[in-house]
């Protein structure tokens, strides 16, 4: 079975500064990450995805995420952290076994910019 | 992508009734689900929506309790039965045109059990 773990139940950083969300995962065969954001009173929202290909994959609203298969990791970073991006993020994995399962998601992580 | 609709968005029921949530996606689409996020927890998988049978339930979750349909590739609809205080969340619909592609989410229906 798959599983995600986020280490950190929230992140603080001042506005202007680089972020990193973290998450690493376990499946067998092989792995498809997503990471999504929820912000209050919203439903989820995709930023981007790694399924196949380059290890860094850009996503929406100037995120990125690194692919590390032998760290089993796909953190979710930013150059510039703005205030705006203040939210939930959740990294989900989807199993490489095939067949029609849905996402397995981490437990999320409070992301807080300060001004 | 997809845009994904869910009715109602919020509701506030009594203990022992049911409520039946409705997910409709803007296009055709592959495969659907329902997921459920108690309050301050992540999302868990209840069962994919399977078109023309019955869904596939994940482990904790039985078709008594969570019956679904899926009648064509754009509609789908979650009941949550004989409801109890545990079984106020939200409960999130998603679609998406493949495995491996992206998976969309409607904006979720907040039940409030009481």
């Known amino acids: 079975a798959q599983s995600v773990a986020q280490p950190e139940d929230q992140v603080n950083v001042a506005e202007g500064n680089p972020l990193t969300v973290k998450c690493t995962y376990s499946?067998?065969?092989?792995?498809?990450l997503f990471w999504y954001v929820q912000y209050p009173n919203r439903g989820l929202q995709f930023l981007l995805k790694?399924?196949?290909?380059?290890?860094l994959v850009k996503g929406s609203y100037g995120f990125e995420a690194e692919f590390n298969k032998s760290q089993t990791s796909f953190h979710l970073k930013k150059p510039s952290a703005l205030v705006s991006d203040s939210a939930l993020y959740f990294c989900?994995?989807?199993?490489?076994?095939?067949?029609?399962?849905?996402?397995?998601f981490g437990k999320g992580t409070h992301l807080i910019i300060q001004p | 992508s997809a845009v994904i609709s869910q009715k109602p968005s919020r509701d506030i029921c009594q203990r022992g009734t049911s409520l039946t949530i409705q997910c409709q996606v803007d296009?055709?689409?592959?495969?659907m689900f329902w997921y459920r996020q108690q309050p301050g927890q992540s999302l868990t998988l209840i069962a994919t929506?399977?078109?023309?049978?019955?869904?596939?339930?994940e482990s904790g979750f039985v078709i008594d309790k969570f019956p679904i349909s899926r009648p064509n590739l754009t509609f789908s609809t979650l009941t949550v039965s004989n409801m109890s205080p545990e079984d106020s969340s939200i409960y999130l619909c998603?679609?998406?045109?493949?495995?491996?592609?992206?998976?969309?989410f409607g904006p979720g229906t907040r039940l409030t059990v009481l």
């Open positions: 499946v067998s065969g092989n792995p498809y």
């Open positions: 929506a399977n078109q023309g049978s019955e869904a596939t339930y």
């Open positions: 296009s055709q689409v592959t495969m």
């Open positions: 998603s679609a998406t045109g493949g495995w491996k592609d992206t998976q969309y």
């Open positions: 790694y399924i196949t290909g380059d290890n």
């Open positions: 989900a994995v989807l199993s490489g076994g095939g067949g029609a399962d849905g996402l397995t």
